[in-house]
């Protein structure tokens, strides 16, 4: 069975957030909006998109 992967994409910017917000989103491989990112459906993984909730837009892959 493979792995269950996440398509993340920035779609607020990370400019003038917490500083812990911005590591979240650099964690998670996001570079800019409009970048997309597959990442492995993990807690850990989960816990950084649910903190930045409200910049991110989230879809199975």
Known sequence: MADKTLKVTLVKSTSG???SHK????????RRIRHTVEVADTPENRGMINKIYYLVQVEDA
């Open 23 to 30: 590591a979240c989103a650099a964690g998670l491989g996001l």
């Open 17 to 19: 957030r917490l500083k």
